[in-house]
């Protein structure tokens, strides 16, 4: 998997073949056929592998039993952790060639929405108030975009003193929930 995903995001997913995937991994090339139809089961083995709510499932469950506003910064530490450690998973699905790929847009839509449904539950269970289903989407996304936004950003900064994501986390956290209930 880490072989694919370091060629296809030097070379390209179109440019990289099976038998440089085989020979980075050390494996014979039939090997990779004895898993994987082709290169694009391969390529959506990779993304629904490296994506943030499939490697979360365990976790997931465990945050449902957690205090929520302790949920919430949790799942956004997760992500922020997640987002830092996937940079080239990142740099290969926002590729234009990975996004004009209809069927894997697809999938990454697909995962995009089921993480917004993940945060806009930590959300509501956080909210001290019922808030309409229009605004808790919009914060959900807020939540996931700042996030990203800032791990993207402070990477840039790296030679400043950086804010550090936990507290980050909190603040943008505090001043979602308060924002939502305001709209109450």
């Known amino acids: 998997m880490e072989a694919s995903l370091e060629l296809f995001t030097k070379k390209g997913f179109n ?15 039939g090997l990779i056929f004895y898993y994987f139809k082709d290169k694009n089961e391969l390529l959506n083995y990779l993304i ?13 469950k465990e945050l449902s039993k957690v205090e929520p506003y302790t949920a919430l910064i949790k799942f956004g530490q997760l992500y922020a ?5 996937n940079k080239s998973f990142l740099t290969f699905i926002w590729s234009p060639e990975i996004v004009q790929n209809t069927n ?3 999938d990454i839509v697909d995962f995009i929405n089921t993480m917004g449904e993940q945060a806009r539950s930590f959300l509501i269970r956080a909210s001290s ?19 990203l936004t800032h791990v993207l950003v402070e990477e840039r900064k790296a030679e400043k003193k950086p804010i ?3 507290d980050y986390i909190e603040e943008i956290a505090t001043f979602i929930l308060k924002g939502m209930q305001i709209s109450h």
Not at 48 to 60: D, V, Y
Not at 81 to 85: A, K
Not at 130 to 147: C, N
């Open 104 to 106: 894997v847009s697809k």
């Open 48 to 60: 629904r592998e490296f994506s943030f709510i499939g490697s979360l499932q365990n976790e997931i």
């Open 164 to 166: 550090r994501n936990d």
């Open 81 to 85: 952790n997640f987002l830092s450690c």
């Open 15 to 29: 440019a990289t073949t099976t038998k440089e995937i085989a020979v980075k991994s050390g494996v014979a090339e």
């Open 129 to 147: 108030c019922t808030v309409e289903k229009k605004t808790v989407e919009t914060a959900a996304s807020m939540f996931l975009s700042t996030i």
